[in-house]
């Protein structure tokens, strides 16, 4: 059945189709490269993101990203540096996490022109809170994420300002108690917009269902936490610094391990992962795709996309996107 969509939305695109947005001296024509492959998935609008890294290549890559400013690129998503040093940090390298100040978020911000839109980081660090009102008062959004936030924390953040919830479910200490936890305090506050992975490597289909019920479809948005390995065939890659390997398997993990380093799935996809996951309509998935991600940083969905969606398989095939 050929259907007609708002153009999708994607806040966490941390590279594509073989062009990794961490590495400095990316060129304009690799970053128009990148968003026009993200384009063929449906994408009209999305958020370079960037990770961990050491200050100067931070800036060099929020510098390149400026430079090239196609018109799909809502702004930066800065994931980092302000995050938890244990174990909840992923793949982020410990030691580039530093203490959340203003001075520091001002530097970062000067050397992106004042692009960065969105900052994911952990409510317990020192002077996150501090930060966190900063953001918010300035109208730089803020997601937690990678953190090992007690609930009073998490609900702190939110007083304090955070609005949004980075790859919820991910990014948290694997032994986590069964209640109460930051994942619970998360799916509970209203104020909270989640951000998940359907890819099905970060979430079993019957956690995402059962997350995407707790929040509501109209506060869940699908993001892809996208690498240089998505939209490109089985290989190594990088993200940043780190040596990464898209698998058979459809994973990005550290090579040789079981360790995921972001993804390899494109919103399109997420999109029809999500609706066999969670039972729900296209008309319900999709905003999840394009209208409420947008919302979250200020815009709206932008452009159309014409697919092929096949409800009984959950196939869903972008045959072209217009406008925007």
């Known amino acids: 059945m050929r259907v007609e969509l708002a153009g999708f939305c994607d806040l966490q695109v941390n590279g594509f189709a073989g062009v990794d947005f961490n590495r400095p001296g990316l060129s304009d024509e690799q970053l128009e490269a990148a968003g026009e492959a993200l384009r063929r998935t449906g994408v009209t609008h999305f958020l370079p993101t960037l990770i961990t890294a050491p200050a100067e290549e931070f800036a060099a890559c929020a510098r390149a ?48 022109k004042g692009r960065i839109v969105l900052v994911t980081l952990a409510p317990e660090v020192p002077g996150a809170l501090t930060l966190v009102e900063h953001l918010a008062r300035s109208g730089v959004r803020v997601a937690i994420g990678h953190s090992n936030a007690t609930p009073a924390q998490v609900r702190d953040a939110v007083r304090a300002g955070a609005t949004l919830s980075t790859h919820l479910g991910n990014g948290c200490a694997p032994g986590l108690p069964r209640h109460p936890n930051l994942i619970w305090e998360q799916l509970a506050a209203d104020e909270l917009t989640a951000c998940f992975i359907a890819d099905g490597h970060h979430l079993p289909a019957a956690t995402l269902k059962s997350m995407v019920r707790a929040k509501t479809p109209a506060r869940s948005a699908l993001v892809t936490d996208a690498t240089a390995g998505a939209a490109a065939p089985p290989g190594p890659y990088t993200l940043g610094r780190l040596a990464i390997e898209r698998d058979g398997q459809g994973r990005v993990v550290l090579p040789g391990t079981e360790k995921l380093a972001g993804s390899a799935l494109t ?44 409800a009984e398989s959950f196939s869903l095939t972008v045959v072209r996107v217009d406008g925007a």
Do not use: N
């Open 267 to 310: 919103l399109d996809q997420a999109v029809a992962r999500a609706a066999r996951a969670t039972g729900l309509g296209l008309d319900e998935v999709a905003p999840m795709a394009s209208a409420i991600p947008a919302a979250c940083v200020g815009a709206s969905a932008a452009g159309r996309v014409v697919a092929e969606w096949d």
């Open 65 to 112: 990203l400026v430079h090239w400013s196609g018109p799909a690129m809502l702004g930066i998503h800065a994931e980092g540096p302000y995050l938890s040093p244990t174990e909840a940090r992923g793949v982020h390298p410990a030691k580039h996490i530093v203490p959340a100040s203003i001075e520091d978020f001002r530097r970062r911000q000067d050397a992106a």
